[in-house]
């Protein structure tokens, strides 16, 4: 892989060639940005120029090149080298990045960083081509980025920044910000892929193997002005169990005696009695997109982009219990060496749902003249349909059907940079404006017949609310003397929660006055170059992160899971520090991080081994660390090399909700991540890639009572080894096997990860 180009961030990309404008360009930039009402966020739109028959094009968006955050990078021919079957893949031997993806297929796989574990979806970001994946209706396992609509092949790079200490951007990324930029066309060409993945299970009752494959194309070209970049997908996946049916103790006489089950203990090392392994999903998943982009000049450019993404799944469950005649047991109470216990139905049921989840969305980008440009990205994502159903037992018709239509977000920015030319002051200055809005709404019938939808009776529960969020900031770059740079900004944001309802069965109607909260968020950065090589860094921001819609109105019982809202929360006010240097070492890049983040009133949605999550505020947290981060091209002929090193201390440090968790780690944070990871080129024909990552002891309960997480429903350490070795049969034809977790090492996130994987694809390029 290559370098992690560090120091990019902050240094100036050359000097902006200088473009005539005519009078008319600029009136149609103007009625451009007046027609969408609104501004400009658009990452992925790069600068294009134009000199005689060459077209110069900045790749890296603006909220990459012009943030002081510490960054990683990595391009899509380096996300070939290793095992991706999703783009999600692509960032997973980046710094501090954990990816919680528990199978191939899985749609909740939320990001965890370096101050964020795996149960705070809302505190990352995901942008694709300026527009915004990340599903911030939730801060949950349950709404991850909608990764879906990008695919491995459209990939040109991936840039990641950590911290809040951009004023371009929300308190949101005060865990990691990821922007993901795929290729513009400038010819035709086009790329397809082929893959085949198979793993085998073996864990309690469960021996079974689950496998699948995945097709996927992308195509582009360029006439004249205009260019288009079209994408599909198509996903078949088997997925191993997510979780195991445990049998509560019931004191009391009679059951029926039962064999088949499995007696361990929990993380915390209480007895417990394993009956059923559930679900396992078999997902199918299309993608649809397509991309037009106008280049008005080589300075102005409009895109609009449109996919849609369906996924169909059902799950199945393994009941273990067999009675004296050899029957299935999946009800009712049981004896287990005399002692009576009762089984829960959902541990045994099957499940299925469809979705449609559609994105729209507009950028535009202009140089209005040699000092001043305008950008603007405009999003709209709709759920159109989501039905989730769930049958009452392993062997009932009816059941209850959940329906999702209509939830979904629109996200709207404008940004103005203004940038003298060389001769000038030397300020960057950004300012611009943005509006987001957020609508949630559940609702959940009984049925006659769980598979059809059509058959549900009565309404059992109904969640709906809307937030919205209005933002105006202001950042400068200002290089004040040779060696010095100063990034100061200033965020503020007006955050509204409305309509809220919450109707259940044992509740009531429930409907919740309208609240508003507004926040002020500094940024400073300042920065030194040691050398031509290092620089020092030194950067301070504070951010809000407002509370989701649906941690404030989702309180619902799904399957085995229940979850409880707060509509009280308040928001979160993060400050985080960092002190970097950056620059060139043995070879290639190198990064040494300082970091410390306090967070007060902190959220997050607490998840017990009965499946019932609850959303809360701690009162204060802390989390201190050093990152080292390491990237080269050929040390020696060939081999490239890479790697990363990150500790963290974190406590909870005030919370009155829970006294017992104060002093104790935060949830789901490991101590100590580590990413190892090399590419071999033997020829022109022949490449291999070893990746190997670690992550230390974390904790599940906020109590740090789970002192034994090597089991199901803890969060385990793990060391695992991945490898792949391709080999290009032509010019346009490559071929690769692989595998992931070599060493079949069993590892949790409360939910159980992947053992041994097999890969197998071929690959076309035109």
Request: aromatic share 10%; proline share 4%; hydrophobic share 35%.
């Amino acid at each position: 892989m290559s370098p992690l180009h560090f120091k990019r961030c902050f240094q100036e990309s050359g000097k902006e060639m200088k473009q005539n404008k005519k009078l008319q360009m600029q009136q149609l930039s103007v009625i451009i940005l007046g027609v969408f009402s609104a501004p400009a966020f658009a990452q992925g739109v790069a600068t294009e120029r134009e000199l005689s028959e060459i077209r110069i094009e900045n790749s890296r968006p603006t909220v990459v090149s012009g943030s002081p955050a510490p960054q990683a990078e990595v391009t899509g021919e380096q996300v070939r080298e290793f095992n991706a079957v999703n783009v999600e893949d692509s960032v997973k031997y980046l710094p501090s990045l954990q990816i919680r993806k528990r199978y191939i297929g899985d749609r909740n796989a939320i990001i965890a960083s370096r101050t964020a574990g795996t149960v705070q979806s809302a505190r990352s970001l995901v942008y694709a081509d300026g527009l915004l994946l990340s599903n911030l209706l939730g801060n949950s396992f349950g709404f991850p980025p909608r990764w879906n609509v990008v695919g491995t092949e459209e990939i040109e790079t991936i840039n990641v920044l950590y911290g809040p200490y951009s004023a371009t951007l929300p308190g949101n990324s005060a865990g990691a910000t990821i922007v993901m930029t795929t290729k513009r066309p400038e010819k035709l060409e086009a790329h397809a892929r082929a893959q085949v993945f198979s793993s085998h299970y073996k864990q309690y009752g469960t021996s079974e193997t689950f496998d699948g494959h995945q097709e996927q194309a992308s195509a582009g070209a360029r006439f004249g002005d205009w260019t288009v970049s079209v994408f599909g997908n198509h996903l078949d996946s088997h997925g191993h169990p997510m979780s195991f049916g445990t049998a509560r103790r019931n004191p009391g006489a009679g059951g029926t005696a039962v064999s088949g089950y499995y007696k361990d203990k929990d993380p915390t090392g209480a007895d417990r009695v394993i009956v059923s392994a559930y679900g396992m999903d078999h997902s199918v998943q299309d993608v649809g997109k397509i991309r037009l982009a106008y280049d008005f000049s080589p300075g102005t450019r409009l895109a609009v982009t449109a996919a849609e993404w369906r996924n169909d799944s059902s799950t199945k469950a393994e009941g273990y219990l067999r009675n004296g005649a050899g029957a299935a047991v999946t009800s009712g109470n049981i004896l287990v060496d005399g002692v009576r216990y009762t089984l829960t139905s959902s541990h045994f049921a099957p499940g299925s749902s469809d979705t449609t989840n559609r994105l729209y969305g507009v950028t535009f980008d202009s140089q209005l003249s040699s000092d001043l440009r305008l950008e603007m990205a405009s999003s709209l994502y709709q759920t159109t349909t989501d039905v989730s159903r769930a049958a009452a037992s392993a062997t009932a018709a009816n059941g209850t059907a959940t329906f999702g239509d209509g939830t979904g977000w629109r996200n709207v920015d404008l940004r103005a940079i203004w940038k003298p030319q060389a001769g000038k002051a030397g300020h960057t200055v950004t300012t611009g404006y943005h509006h987001d809005d957020y609508t949630y709404t559940s609702k959940k019938y009984n049925a006659t017949d769980w598979r059809d939808e059509d058959t549900r009776t009565a309404l059992t529960g109904k969640n709906a609310g809307r937030t919205e969020t209005d933002a105006l900031y202001i950042q400068d770059e200002w290089r004040f003397a040779q060696r010095w740079m100063l990034t100061a900004g200033l965020r503020h944001e007006r955050w509204r929660a409305f309509d809220g309802a919450i109707y259940a069965t044992a509740l009531g109607n429930n409907d919740f006055a309208d609240r508003k909260e507004s926040g002020t968020s500094p940024k400073i950065s300042l920065a030194y170059d040691l050398s031509s090589d290092w620089l020092l860094r030194a950067s301070f921001g504070k951010a809000y992160r407002f509370p989701t819609v649906t941690e404030l109105f989702q309180t619902e019982t799904q399957g085995a899971t229940t979850r409880i809202s707060d509509p009280n929360l308040k928001p979160e006010r993060i400050l985080s520090s960092e002190l970097a240097a950056e620059g060139a070492a043995l070879g290639g890049s190198m990064r040494v991080s300082v970091f410390q983040e306090n967070i007060r009133d902190a959220l997050y949605s607490f998840t017990d081994y009965n499946n019932t999550s609850r959303a809360q505020n701690v009162d204060k947290v802390r989390a201190r660390g050093v990152e080292l981060a390491y990237q080269a091209q050929s040390v020696v002929r060939g081999l490239d090399l890479g790697g990363s090193v990150t500790y963290v201390h974190s406590r909870v440090l005030e919370n009155h909700l829970n006294p017992s968790s104060e002093g104790k780690h935060m949830v789901r944070l490991p101590d100590w991540r580590a990413t190892l990871f090399g590419s071999y080129h033997f020829d022109d024909r022949w490449t291999g890639f070893v990746g190997i990552k670690y992550s230390g002891t974390q904790y599940n309960n906020p109590d740090n009572s789970d002192t034994s997480p090597d089991t199901y429903g803890g969060n385990s350490k793990f060391l695992t080894v991945d490898a792949k070795l391709s080999y290009r049969i032509a010019k346009q034809i490559a071929a690769a096997i692989g595998v992931d977790n070599l060493t079949n090492d069993k590892y949790y996130a409360f939910h159980p990860y992947p053992q041994r994987t097999y890969h197998a694809e071929v690959r076309f390029d035109y």
